[in-house]
């Protein structure tokens, strides 16, 4: 049976691949640029890593159309390195990063993913569009007031463009109509080439300039396992973001060790590493790209833009890019989870778990330490709630010889806490037989619940019987009881 035929191959599928990753290239520019600042470094650095990380990725990762370019998390680990040691050792924790990152990757780490629960997910996507927002706000303060109807008149043109045709993304048009409107009328606000220069060259490849000694070595591993832990952390969270919205799967495997090998290439050709860029990427998604060609074609396009129209791209105004992102904001926030009815309805605890997410995420600006905070969070939630669903019922025999406990739930450290006091080890008869038939054994803490009761029974002159294990708990109880006390 011959191979299926890729699709993107098909023109229409084509087109709008590319088309999305024009936009995506030309939202890539400021913020590229802007996170070059925040690392001490080029704006040509950043940019450079936008380019490889894209292109690499569109290969090397396991989810199509998710975009991956140089981001603030990233900028904001290696930004004490640059300042303190200087770019060549930056280069160095890039490409050490991503070795890192594929050592996880093959270690499993894209396992971990499935303890994330949804409420913590749903924080994640609602502190992405809040931190979208407000990465907008400063391009709206102290600007001259034509800034304020060219950003509504994009928002307008991408919200109704749509209902005229779908063939060219919204987001493009505006951009275009916003730039001419900009140059026909000589209007003197904020541009693309304002935040800096855009290379003229394609980036050089070589190795870092530092000194390959150990002390090299201890110096920029932590930065490299920051940035390795924070990018894998942003990547696999955009990846699952992604899956949902598309209703596909990806192979968070082959995306960890992706990112890896993008970020070595990275640091080989002189950028400052990068991972998944979740704003771009929901640009991408919402304008229709579902195939690695959008990804290339966006890392293809940054190069060409910034190389041969340098100049013309550095005349958009930002308040075009400005109205895309405050639009993909919107779009990305999850309205319907907090909406009266559904917060009335959503348990106590999720609503708590969704709530500490995005306020993490929004005070420190770091979606990983939020996702952290808040899978402990959910953690500390479901344990304090399936605590209580342990209980003990005793029933002595008519004849008084044995007392019966039934112990039901799921007995574990927190729900077996008190499992101790619950029996009446001064009034039972001399037999005791605990029933553990609708019960499950899942840890130490429980086989040492079950020692003392038997230690205080003992005491007492009286003999303990436990029945009814199933073959896992069974298994846990024969060999860990009696053998877990040092006294």
């Not at 530092?210 to 390795?228: E, G, H, S």
């Not at 309205?335 to 969704?354: F, N, Q």
């Not at 959910?378 to 342990?390: G, I, T």
Request: aromatic share 6%; proline share 6%; hydrophobic share 55%.
């Amino acid at each position: 049976m011959p191979a299926s035929r890729p699709a993107w191959l098909s023109p229409k599928v084509a087109r709008t691949e590319i088309l999305s990753g024009l936009v995506v290239a030309l939202a890539l520019i400021p913020e590229a640029i802007s996170f070059s600042i925040i690392a001490g470094v080029d704006p040509s650095v950043g940019l450079f890593a936008s380019f490889t990380m894209a292109v690499v990725i569109a290969v090397a990762g396991g989810r199509p159309a998710m975009i991956s370019a140089a981001t603030g998390a990233v900028a904001l680990v290696v930004a004490p390195l640059v300042r303190e040691h200087g770019l060549a050792y930056l280069i160095a924790a890039v490409i050490l990063g991503g070795l890192v990152q594929i050592a996880l990757g093959a270690l499993g780490v894209a396992k971990l993913m499935r303890f994330v629960p949804r409420s913590v997910m749903v924080g994640f996507v609602n502190a992405l569009a809040i931190l979208i927002f407000m990465a907008q706000v400063p391009e709206l303060v102290d600007v001259p007031w034509a800034v304020y109807p060219l950003v509504a008149g994009g928002l307008a043109l991408m919200v109704f463009f749509p209902r005229i045709t779908t063939v060219v993304p919204a987001p493009l048009v505006s951009i275009a109509i916003l730039t001419a409107i900009t140059l026909g009328a000589g209007l003197a606000v904020p541009t693309v080439g304002d935040r800096g220069a855009l290379p003229s060259a394609l980036p050089a490849f070589g190795l870092p300039d530092v000194p390959f000694t150990m002390d090299t070595l201890t110096l920029i591993a932590p930065y490299a396992l920051a940035l390795a832990l924070v990018g894998l952390m942003e990547s696999l969270m955009t990846a699952k973001l992604v899956d949902d919205l598309t209703d596909t799967r990806s192979n968070k495997t082959r995306e960890s060790i992706g990112q890896g090998v993008a970020n070595i290439v990275t640091g080989l050709f002189g950028g400052m590493g990068g991972c998944a860029m979740i704003g771009q990427t929901m640009i991408n998604v919402k304008n229709g790209a579902r195939t690695r060609l959008s990804t290339f074609t966006a890392g293809l396009f940054l190069m060409i833009l910034c190389i041969a129209f340098g100049p013309r791209v550095s005349q958009i105004p930002m308040a075009a890019l400005v109205a895309v992102m405050i639009l993909v904001s919107f779009a990305t926030f999850d309205w319907h989870s907090v909406a009266p009815a559904t917060l009335k309805r959503m348990p106590y605890g999720e609503t708590i778990v969704m709530t500490a997410t995005v306020a993490v995420v929004v005070v420190t600006h770091n979606l990983a330490v939020g996702v952290v905070v808040g899978s402990i969070t959910a953690m500390v939630v479901f344990a304090r709630r399936v605590a209580h669903l342990a209980d003990v019922t005793a029933v002595v025999d008519p004849d008084g010889r044995q007392a019966v406990y039934a112990v039901t739930g799921e007995l574990f450290f927190a729900s077996s806490n008190d499992l101790v006091y619950r029996f009446d080890y001064a009034g039972d008869p001399d037999h005791v037989v605990i029933d553990l038939s609708d019960a499950h054994i899942w840890d130490a803490s429980s086989v040492a619940a079950l020692d003392a009761v038997q230690t205080k029974y003992a005491a007492r002159g009286k003999t303990v019987t436990v029945v009814g294990l199933n073959e896992p708990s069974a298994r846990l109880h024969g060999s860990l009881a009696g053998r877990l006390s040092g006294h």
